[in-house]
């Protein structure tokens, strides 16, 4: 694919102006409303937080139309929506409601377990998920214009976004120093495209925004896996699970920024209500895990 | 050499300081106030401009960049206009009040509306056309006597040289072409 394509170039620039910011989850107007104000970047419309798709169980599929349309009219911040993984129609139709992204979402229960969307073939950006760099690099050969590790999405635990935003930036790191007679060796181990692994080589960097999503839930998360790498931070259930969710967005918001200066993240830090619960991830079930789906 | 400031509290500040530095230009990141007493002049890049102006509330940013402004040089873009802006629409929303100029938030439409286009008949060095990346773009409605259209897109003035001041609707820093920035440069280094 060309990197100076300029359709690419315009979605690319669209995740390149949400970096250093947050992108919130919302499900009504009123919580898109307490994202904004609190300075999110971005809000993300679904129909459950991840949290509560974990609990209720059942198949979680794209946000019924009518509340995307209220977030959407009751904001003038950028409206990202979720589709479910290759489910080419639901992507169409968020598409054609014009929202700015569409983020195709192991959140939500998978409509293929081999192909993702043909993103290459839609206007509007997308965001994937990815645990490593192989993932990653799939997805934008498919056409992803911004990139987020997974984490595990609802469990207020930041293990796996680290263990996934480490994974990443080493395997970029590692591919920096490599010869060029090594990357096609590199590309198969990968599975992933040759002239990506030669970007990589090149640059030490994805060539979309590689942001961090999946288990971000207090002000030090978002500050820990922006100094690991991550240019933005997606809160799922983090904000409003918590007891004051405007409160803690802001917190969330000021920590992003800041998230190289202790003192600036200690002052968001303080005052805050009880964070959302966390799960253990070590005591779940592999079938419960939600970073496993998509390839 | 001088340095120019990049205001970094959100939004693509990377971009920025890579084009000053193609620029020939030292560039450095400004989240404080400390930061930004350092600097000689100042980038507020593309982003949300609702974001920003939280975070230049939360920490006291908003007076000292007002009375920055009022003696140094500054350049915004996309948002960083909208920050400019005496008067911002769509929904109205407070600004630094720098400039003379009325301008329309997200005024070409949502993402789907976002386009590069190719501008001829500016008042940039040379005749090569000029590639502006137009994101979620704010559309300027009104300049005033003290503002200089620089580029027009539709008809409607997209690059304006307010004198000390520089705002584009587009993103330069998107592009390989370094013309807006130089430009902006000459004013830093005329001071």
């Given at each position: ?20 910011g947050v992108i919130m989850d919302v499900t009504d107007a009123r919580q898109a409303e307490i994202a904004e104000k609190a300075g999110a970047s971005a809000v993300m419309a679904l129909e459950r937080v991840p949290a509560d798709i974990r609990k209720e169980g059942g198949v979680a599929r794209m946000a019924a139309i009518r509340k995307i349309r209220e977030i959407m009219a009751n904001t003038s ?219 | ?36 007493e350092a600097v000689d002049a100042l980038v507020i890049p593309g982003g949300e401009s609702t974001t920003m102006l939280k975070l230049m509330s939360y920490y006291g940013l908003f007076e000292p960049l007002k009375a920055f402004a009022a003696a140094k040089p500054v350049f915004g873009t ?114």
């Amino acid at each position: 694919m060309n990197y100076l394509d300029e359709t690419f170039r315009v979605k690319v620039g669209l995740a390149e102006m949400l970096k250093g910011g947050v992108i919130m989850d919302v499900t009504d107007a009123r919580q898109a409303e307490i994202a904004e104000k609190a300075g999110a970047s971005a809000v993300m419309a679904l129909e459950r937080v991840p949290a509560d798709i974990r609990k209720e169980g059942g198949v979680a599929r794209m946000a019924a139309i009518r509340k995307i349309r209220e977030i959407m009219a009751n904001t003038s911040i950028p409206v990202m929506a979720k589709c479910r993984i290759g489910h080419i129609a639901e992507a169409r139709v968020l598409e054609a409601l014009e929202v700015d992204f569409i983020d195709e979402s192991e959140v939500l229960t998978p409509a293929d377990e081999e192909h993702h969307v043909d993103k290459r073939a839609f206007r509007v950006p997308f965001v994937c998920g990815c645990r490593n760099l192989g993932e990653a690099l799939r997805r934008i050969a498919e056409g992803a214009a911004m990139i987020r590790t997974k984490g595990e999405a609802g469990s207020g635990n930041i293990v796996e976004a680290v263990r996934h935003i480490r994974t990443v930036v080493r395997e970029m790191k590692q591919i920096t120093v490599l010869g060029r007679e090594e990357l096609m060796a590199e590309a198969k181990r990968l599975q992933a495209p040759l002239e990506l692994v030669e970007y990589v080589h090149e640059h030490g960097k994805l060539p979309v925004p590689n942001f961090s999503a999946g288990g971000v839930a207090t002000p030090a998360d978002a500050a820990l896996v922006r100094q690991l790498g991550a240019e933005a931070v997606f809160v799922g259930s983090g904000i409003f699970k918590s007891s004051d969710p405007e409160t803690r967005a802001k917190a969330i918001v000021k920590a992003t920024t800041h998230f190289d200066d202790p003192k600036a993240v200690l002052e968001a830090s303080e005052e805050l209500g009880e964070a959302m619960p966390g799960l253990d991830i070590r005591q779940m079930d592999e079938s419960q895990l939600l970073q496993t789906r998509g390839w | 050499m001088k340095t120019v400031g990049v205001l970094a509290l959100q939004g693509d500040f990377e971009a920025h300081a890579g084009a000053f530095a193609r620029a020939g230009a030292r560039a450095a990141e400004v989240r404080t106030v400390e930061q930004l007493e350092a600097v000689d002049a100042l980038v507020i890049p593309g982003g949300e401009s609702t974001t920003m102006l939280k975070l230049m509330s939360y920490y006291g940013l908003f007076e000292p960049l007002k009375a920055f402004a009022a003696a140094k040089p500054v350049f915004g873009t996309c948002a960083g206009a909208i920050l400019l802006a005496g008067e911002v629409l769509n929904p109205p929303q407070a600004s630094l009040n720098v400039l003379d100029m009325t301008i329309e938030r997200n005024a070409y439409g949502r993402q789907l509306a976002s386009h590069v286009a190719r501008l001829r008949g500016h008042a940039l060095d040379g005749d090569a056309e000029l590639e502006a990346v137009f994101i979620r773009a704010p559309i300027i409605r009104r300049v005033g006597d003290s503002g200089k259209i620089l580029a027009t897109h539709n008809g409607d003035p997209v690059l304006v040289d307010f004198g000390r001041h520089l705002v584009a609707t587009f993103h330069p820093e998107l592009t390989q072409d370094s013309r807006v920035h130089k430009l902006f440069l000459r004013k830093v280094e005329a001071r």
